[in-house]
Each structure stands twice: as C-alpha cells, then as structure tokens.
C-alpha cells in the first residue's frame, strides 16, 4: 500500500489571514548570516494564528490550557466532510445524515469539515478584507455549528472537530455556545485548516500545537496520511 502525506495547515507568514481584532503576524530578522554568521528571527503573533488548536482555557475558566492536552486526542482516523454547498448553522440532523451516508467501516475519532471557505479557495477568490467584520462574517462564516450539532459530536464521542475556517461558531456568536460545549466535552476544536485540495473520506489525521505553558490556544501543523 501507498503512504501519502497530505499537509493541511495554514501557512504562518505576514499575509496570514487572521480574526479580525488578533494580533497580526510579524516575522523579523534578528540576525543574518552577514553580521553573525547565522540566521535567527523574532515572531510575533497570535495563539490563534493559521491552523490552531483552541485550548479548553480559550473559553472555559477552569480550562485547561494547550500544553496540557493529550496528543493522543488529536490523532486517529478522521471523515472528512464537504458542506461547501451549504450556508448556515449545521445541525445535528445534518451531520448524523452525512454520516451515515458516509457508511465508513474505520473507528471514526475526528470528523472534519469541509466549507465555502475551501470552494473559494480553489476559485481563487478575490483579494478581501479581514478588518471588515461584516464582511468576513457574510463571506468566512457562512457555515458553523448549533448547539445541536455540537452536543451530537460530544454524544458521539468524537475526540477532535476540525474545520476550515476561523470559528465552529457563528462569526457573530457572543457566547459561542458550540465551543463552551464542546471543549466541556473534552472534544478538542481545530480552525483554520487548508481543506481546499483534499477530497473527501477517510484519513488518518494528526495535529500537533506548539507546546506554550499555560496559553489558550496554539498555532498547529496538520497532516492527513492516505493510504492506498
């Protein structure tokens, strides 16, 4: 059998879309091969830069924080799910009927989501503004998790959700109510993942967060291993 690694993180650089109000991400040069004989940079960034896991501490006040999850929750075989075609709240209705469709014989732990963001990635959408709430609202968070949906993955068990955009809540959620109940369901949240070129199925997936004490969240390198 074939082993094929399929890289789905966000690339970190000073162009990385972000949340509108995070930190942007500046990357400097400290030293140079010139003057010290090696290279070193100063990075500056948020903890929910790129693809990042959300730690429990994120939104929970007796959370736990990044480095204090298990990594052992955030790999194991993953269905990737594609709602590109859909907008608006995903329910649990929605979801247990994709899955069931799905029909996958593997001991599915992850389930990960497929949206509009990828479509407009693969059409190469046009250049946008991420200061703009109300426009990435409308445009990047289309499609998001109810409160159902969310309760049906803890029900089901599910280590890890992924999706490719910047929340499992809706962008304008002042509570986010999908996260409070699935990071209390000890169900770890990946955002910001690169799904444009991945097809869906079955994978094995593997994340693992920059190990910083005590923060909530921590960008990620994301990888699908296909096997065929």
């Known amino acids: 059998m074939k082993r094929k690694v399929i890289d789905i993180s966000t690339p970190i650089s000073p162009f990385t879309k972000i949340f509108p109000g995070d930190p942007e991400p500046v ?46 929750s955030l790999m194991g075989m993953a269905l ?33 989501l497929k949206t509009k963001n990828s479509s407009r990635k693969q059409k190469g959408s046009e250049d946008i503004n991420y200061q703009n709430n109300d426009y990435v609202g409308k445009k990047f968070g289309s499609t998001y998790l109810d409160e159902s949906a969310a309760s049906w993955i803890v029900e089901k068990k599910f280590k890890t959700i992924g999706i490719d955009s910047f929340s499992i809540d809706s962008f304008h959620s002042k509570i986010m109510s999908a996260h409070r109940i699935l990071l209390s369901g000890n169900v770890n949240i990946v955002e910001c993942l690169e799904l444009s070129l991945v097809e869906v199925g079955v994978y094995f997936f593997l994340c693992l967060p920059l190990k910083i004490e005590d923060c909530d969240g921590a960008p990620a390198r994301a990888l699908l291993i296909s096997y065929s």
Not at 32 to 45: F, P, Q
Not at 84 to 111: C, H, M, N, Y
């Open 80 to 112: 990737i799910l594609d709602y590109s075609s859909l907008e608006g709240s995903l329910t649990a209705e929605i979801l247990e009927k994709a899955f069931q469709d799905a029909r996958v014989s593997e001991d599915i732990s992850i389930l990960l």
């Open 27 to 72: 990357i400097e040069s400290i030293c140079t091969l010139e003057n010290k004989g090696c290279v070193v940079s100063r990075l500056s960034l948020g903890s929910h830069t790129g693809t990042h896991v959300d730690a429990p501490s994120h939104i929970l006040s007796n959370g736990i924080s990044v480095d204090k999850l298990k990594l052992e």
